[in-house]
């Protein structure tokens, strides 16, 4: 398969499992009708709740989590790969994985990725998020086998760690992906430079699907779902943030003619690092 049709699924989740579970399941079927093979959710697709009592009132168990068993049903019904970007799942010691799901064209599963990097930040205007007190971080980059391409798994604020999608380049992952739920403070700021950059330094597609606009529980989120290509095009992206259906189309053997013009990855070197302080004089 030379061009693969890919879609990012621009989402509003809100506070019902049941409604968000509904909105992914008509993107999902809007876009395989579209003629995507590859479908992508944002983070947090299940429910988008920030205080952790109501969180953990509403999710489940991964074995009981409708988003997982509707996501394995639609990929086994639309003969596609559906990528749950990431939702909420209680794990046994009372805390919750912040947990991607990456299924294949027959249901099954073919891989999980547990966010790696917590967003705990200060933002300006007061704005504060502190997910290591209720998230659980993973340990695992994940670099899993499609039929047509390799495929990197990352979360969200895991944008923002370049070491993690070098590994995954260096391992032949040829899209990486970053569903999200980006704040709109930070979205605006940095949203597109850096998803163009890690498409760009790795010579790799990336598809991001996100969260957008004002959620119940308060937060506003970025929108702006984006498919880059190697050389840091965009294939596309959502014109805001409302909920909706992103589309291109991907050939992964660009990628390796993309490495080959700019071998970045082969020209990597080890070094050491060395600090030099100056004293200056005082009179």
Same mark, same amino acid.
């Given at each position: 398969?030379? @061009?693969?049709?890919?879609?990012?699924?621009?989402?509003?989740?809100?506070?019902?499992?049941?409604?968000?579970?509904?909105?992914?399941?008509?993107?999902?079927?809007?876009?395989?009708?579209?003629?995507?093979?590859?479908?992508?959710?944002?983070?947090?697709?299940?429910?988008?709740?920030?205080?952790?009592?109501?969180?953990?009132?509403?999710?489940?168990?991964?074995?009981?989590? %409708?988003?997982?068993?509707?996501?394995?049903?639609?990929?086994?019904?639309?003969?596609?790969?559906?990528?749950?970007?990431?939702?909420?799942?209680?794990?046994?010691?009372? @805390?919750?994985?912040?947990?991607?799901?990456?299924?294949?064209?027959?249901?099954?599963?073919?891989?999980?990725?547990?966010?790696?990097?917590?967003?705990?930040?200060?933002?300006?205007?007061? =704005?504060?998020?502190?997910?290591?007190?209720?998230?659980?971080?993973?340990?695992?980059?994940?670099?899993?086998?499609?039929?047509?391409?390799?495929?990197?798994?990352?979360?969200?604020?895991?944008?923002?760690?370049?070491?993690?999608?070098?590994?995954?380049?260096?391992?032949?992952? =040829?899209?990486?992906?970053?569903?999200?739920?980006?704040?709109?403070?930070?979205?605006?700021?940095?949203?597109?430079?850096?998803?163009?950059?890690?498409?760009?330094?790795?010579?790799?597609?990336?598809?991001?699907?996100?969260?957008?606009?004002?959620?119940?529980?308060?937060?506003?989120?970025?929108?702006?779902?984006?498919?880059?290509? %190697?050389?840091?095009?965009?294939?596309?992206?959502?014109?805001?943030?409302? %909920?909706?259906?992103?589309?291109?189309?991907?050939? %992964?053997?660009?990628?390796?003619?993309?490495? @080959?013009?700019?071998?970045?990855?082969?020209?990597?070197?080890?070094?050491?690092?060395?600090?030099?302080?100056?004293?200056?004089?005082?009179?």
């Amino acid at each position: 398969m030379s @061009k693969v049709r890919v879609a990012a699924l621009q989402m509003r989740s809100g506070k019902s499992v049941e409604a968000n579970v509904e909105s992914f399941e008509a993107l999902v079927r809007e876009a395989a009708g579209a003629g995507a093979v590859y479908v992508q959710s944002p983070e947090m697709t299940g429910v988008l709740v920030r205080d952790r009592d109501e969180l953990l009132e509403r999710i489940t168990v991964q074995d009981d989590c %409708p988003v997982v068993s509707k996501a394995a049903a639609l990929a086994r019904e639309l003969g596609i790969a559906v990528h749950v970007g990431s939702t909420a799942i209680l794990l046994d010691d009372g @805390k919750v994985a912040n947990r991607g799901f990456l299924f294949g064209r027959d249901g099954g599963l073919v891989a999980t990725y547990d966010k790696i990097h917590m967003f705990d930040v200060d933002l300006d205007n007061g =704005e504060s998020w502190r997910e290591s007190a209720t998230y659980r971080p993973g340990d695992v980059s994940i670099v899993a086998d499609l039929s047509y391409a390799r495929i990197g798994m990352a979360v969200c604020y895991d944008l923002r760690f370049p070491d993690l999608f070098r590994a995954q380049a260096l391992s032949g992952a =040829e899209v990486l992906t970053v569903p999200a739920a980006f704040t709109r403070q930070t979205g605006e700021a940095h949203w597109q430079v850096l998803t163009r950059a890690r498409a760009i330094e790795n010579g790799a597609f990336l598809i991001a699907a996100t969260q957008g606009g004002r959620h119940e529980d308060g937060r506003e989120t970025y929108g702006h779902s984006i498919i880059v290509d %190697p050389w840091g095009r965009v294939l596309a992206e959502a014109d805001g943030d409302e %909920p909706g259906v992103v589309m291109a189309e991907i050939e %992964p053997s660009l990628v390796a003619s993309t490495r @080959k013009k700019v071998p970045n990855l082969k020209n990597a070197r080890d070094f050491e690092l060395r600090e030099v302080r100056v004293r200056e004089a005082v009179e």
